[in-house]
């Protein structure tokens, strides 16, 4: 697996709590305003999802693909995050 980014270890460092959306590794604010726009405002929203989609990382990137338009190293990014931040918390 590539390098993690200081926005990656950052997140996954601590309870999610309210964070807004792009806090997600991988989300910056073009990708957060549309999903912000669809409703997924917060980080614990996008969880839900990839928490629907039973973690799976396929159905979770292409729906981060449909949802914001999303490239492959974003999405790869917002899984990996979300993955770790799973296994620690969860």
């Known amino acids: 697996m590539s390098s993690t980014s200081q926005k990656h270890k950052e997140f996954v460092a601590e309870p ?3 964070k807004n959306v792009m806090a997600l590794a991988g989300i ?8 912000e ?3 997924f405002d917060k980080a614990y929203v996008v969880l839900g999802q990839f928490l629907v989609l ?3 990382e396929e159905l979770f990137r ?3 693909k ?3 338009g999303a490239n492959a190293k974003q999405q790869r990014d917002c899984f990996g995050c979300l993955k770790e931040w799973c ?4």
């Not at 910056?28 to 999903?35: A, F, R, S």
């Not at 296994?87 to 969860?90: E, R, T, W």
């Open 28 to 35: 910056g604010e073009v990708l957060g305003k549309k999903l």
């Open 16 to 18: 999610m709590g309210e």
């Open 62 to 64: 292409d729906w981060l």
């Open 66 to 68: 449909d949802t914001c």
């Open 54 to 56: 039973k973690k799976d």
């Open 87 to 90: 296994d620690a918390f969860l």
């Open 37 to 39: 726009e669809k409703g």
